[in-house]
C-alpha cells in the first residue's frame, strides 16, 4: 500500500509540473507566479515551507526529549509569531514595497530599497553559501524510515525525493511550486492529525498522555539536566523571529495577488501551523511514554530517531503509508522553496544582476531552470555525503541568514533612516556573530548565538545610519509610495 501511495503522489507532482510549465514564460512567473496567487495557496506554501521533515524528525524529537510539554511554548511561537504575525507585520508592505521596487528577491529588494550596488552581490553569496546546504538537512533521519517500512535504501530514496522535485521545479516553477505545495499540506495536516490521535490513544487519551509525560520527564532528564527558560526562550526567538528574515519565506509575500488577501492568508497560515507545529512536538515529548532512553545508534544517542522509532512501533502499516506521504511532503515543498531562492541569487542577482543586465526573459527563465536542476543535484551529493564542514555550514545557515537579512528587511519596510552603511554593518555583524558565537559557544548553545546575531544588526543601524548618507528621497519616495 505504501508503495501504491508513494506512486501515486510522485505521478501528481510530475503533472503539476507540466502544467505549471504551460502557465510560466517570463521570470516573474517562475519566481513569484506573476504576484497572482492567492490567500490559501499562499498561505499553505509559507507553511509547508517553514515546517520541513528537520521538524517532524530531528529536531522535535530533541526538543521533545530534552524539554519534555515545555517544548510546546516554541509550537506557540511558531504558529503566532513566526506565522500569523509575519503575515500581519510584514505582509502588506512586503508585497507594495517589492513591486514599488521591481524586486523578484531578497538581495534585489535590499539594493533597490537602500540604493547599495554591491549589497545584491552580497545578499546572494550568503543564500548560496548557506541556503543549499541547509536545503539538504531536511532529509536527516528519512533514509531510515524509508529503508524500514519500504526496504528501499537511503540513496535511492533521495534520488526519488530530489528527481520529482527537480521535475516540477524546472517544469513548472513558482505556479508548480504553489499547487505541490497546497497539496502537500493538505496531506500534513490529515497526516499530522491522525499521527497524534494514535499516539495519544496509544498513551491511554489525552489526559493521560499528558499526565504520563509529566511524571516520566524528570525521571528520564533530571532536575540538574532539565534546560532552563532562557535556553526555552531562545529556540522560541530564533526558530519564531528568524522566519521573518528567510528569504524562502518572505518570497511567499511577494507573489500573493492583492493586499487586502494578507488577514485570510494569516488566518489560514496560524491554523496550518498550529496544526503541524504541535503534532510534531507533542509527538516529540511523548516519547517519554514509551521510552526510558534516547534510542541508540553507535554507541551515541541517535535523537533524529526517536520520533521514526516512535512510529514504526506505535503506528498501524497503512497509516505509516501516510505518515511517509507527510514527511515526504515536508521535505519536497521545503526543498523545492530553497532551491528556488538559492538558483535566483545566481540567475537573478548575479548573472542579471550584474554579468547581462539585458539578458532576454527567454534566455532568465531558462538559467532559472538550468540552475534549479544544478542545485537540485547538488542537494543530493550534499545531503548522501555530508562532509564535516558542510554539516557544520548546516547547523550555522539558520543564525547567518536571520542575522544577515532579518535588521535590514524589517528597517527597509518600515523606516526611511536607515542608510546604505548601516545595513551594511548590520549584516556584517550579524554574519560575524552567529558564526564566532557558534565556534565559541558550541554547538549546543546555537540557538543563543544565533539569537543574539539577529537581534545586534537591529542597535548597528540605526546607530551607523545617524552618521551616514540616507538614500535619496526619489527613492524613498518610490519604495513608499
Known amino acids: 500500500m505504501a508503495l501504491i501511495a508513494l506512486g501515486i503522489f510522485l505521478m501528481l507532482m510530475v503533472l503539476i509540473g507540466v502544467w505549471g510549465m504551460k502557465k510560466t514564460s517570463t521570470l516573474n512567473d517562475f519566481l513569484i507566479g506573476g504576484r497572482d496567487i492567492g490567500p490559501w495557496f499562499s498561505a499553505f506554501a509559507y507553511g509547508t515551507t517553514y515546517f520541513s521533515a528537520v521538524l517532524f524528525i530531528g529536531f522535535a524529537g530533541k526538543i521533545g526529549w530534552g524539554f519534555g510539554l515545555n517544548g510546546l511554548w516554541i509550537a506557540a511561537g511558531n504558529a503566532v509569531i513566526g506565522s500569523f504575525l509575519a503575515w500581519l507585520v510584514l505582509g502588506r508592505r512586503t508585497r507594495r514595497m517589492t513591486q514599488n521596487l521591481g524586486a523578484l528577491t531578497m538581495p534585489e529588494f535590499l539594493q533597490e530599497r537602500y540604493e547599495g550596488k554591491y549589497l545584491k552581490m552580497c545578499g546572494a553569496l550568503i543564500i548560496f553559501f548557506f541556503l543549499v546546504p541547509y536545503s539538504a538537512s531536511v532529509f536527516k533521519g528519512l533514509g531510515y524510515l524509508f529503508e524500514v517500512n519500504l526496504h528501499v535504501s537511503f540513496d535511492t530514496a533521495l534520488l526519488i525525493m530530489i528527481g520529482i ?12 511550486v504553489m499547487l505541490t505545495d497546497f497539496l502537500q499540506g493538505i496531506i500534513m495536516v490529515f497526516g499530522a492529525s491522525l499521527m497524534v490521535i494514535i499516539i495519544m490513544n496509544n498513551g491511554g487519551g489525552l489526559s493521560a498522555a499528558i499526565a504520563g509525560i509529566m511524571d516520566k520527564y524528570p525521571q528520564h532528564v533530571p532536575l540538574d539536566k532539565q534546560p532552563g527558560w532562557f535556553s526555552l526562550a531562545c ?21 500573493i495577488k492583492d493586499e487586502s488577501m494578507i488577514l485570510k492568508a494569516a488566518v489560514v497560515t496560524l491554523l496550518f501551523a498550529s496544526i503541524i507545529s504541535f503534532s510534531a512536538y507533542f509527538v516529540g515529548a511523548s516519547a517519554h511514554l514509551f521510552y526510558d532512553q534516547v534510542p541508540m545508534f553507535n554507541g551515541k544517542p541517535a535523537f533524529d530517531r526517536i520520533i521514526p522509532d516512535l512510529l514504526i512501533h506505535q503506528l498501524p502499516g497503512p497509516l505509516m503509508a501516510i505518515i511517509m506521504l507527510l514527511i515526504l511532503s515536508a521535505s519536497m515543498s521545503t526543498l523545492s522553496s530553497l532551491v528556488l531562492v538559492a538558483a535566483s541569487a545566481l540567475a537573478v542577482d548575479l548573472h542579471k544582476g550584474y554579468m547581462d543586465p539585458h539578458v532576454s526573459k527567454e534566455k532568465s527563465v531558462a538559467l532559472m531552470r538550468i540552475l534549479s536542476g544544478v542545485f ?55 554574519v560575524f556573530l552567529a558564526i564566532t ?16 546575531a539577529m537581534i545586534v544588526p537591529f542597535i548597528v543601524i540605526p546607530v551607523v545610519s545617524k552618521f551616514t548618507r540616507a538614500p535619496s528621497e526619489k527613492t524613498l519616495e518610490r519604495a513608499f509610495k
Open 165 to 176: 522535485t527537480g521535475i516540477y521545479l524546472i517544469l513548472g516553477g513558482y505556479h508548480a
Open 437 to 452: 558565537l557558534f565556534f565559541m559557544w558550541g554547538q549546543d548553545k546555537s540557538p543563543m548565538a544565533s539569537s543574539v
Open 235 to 255: 529556540l522560541v526567538f530564533m526558530t519564531s523571529f528568524g522566519a521573518w528574515g528567510m528569504p524562502q519565506m518572505v518570497q511567499k509575500f511577494y507573489s
Open 376 to 430: 537540485i543535484v547538488l542537494s543530493f551529493f550534499i545531503a548522501r555525503y555530508q562532509f564535516a564542514f558542510i554539516v557544520t555550514l548546516m547547523a550555522l545557515s539558520w543564525g547567518v541568514i536571520a542575522g544577515a537579512f532579518l535588521a535590514p528587511y524589517v528597517y527597509g519596510l518600515f523606516w526611511k533612516g536607515a542608510t546604505k552603511m548601516g545595513v551594511v554593518a548590520g549584516m556584517i555583524s550579524g
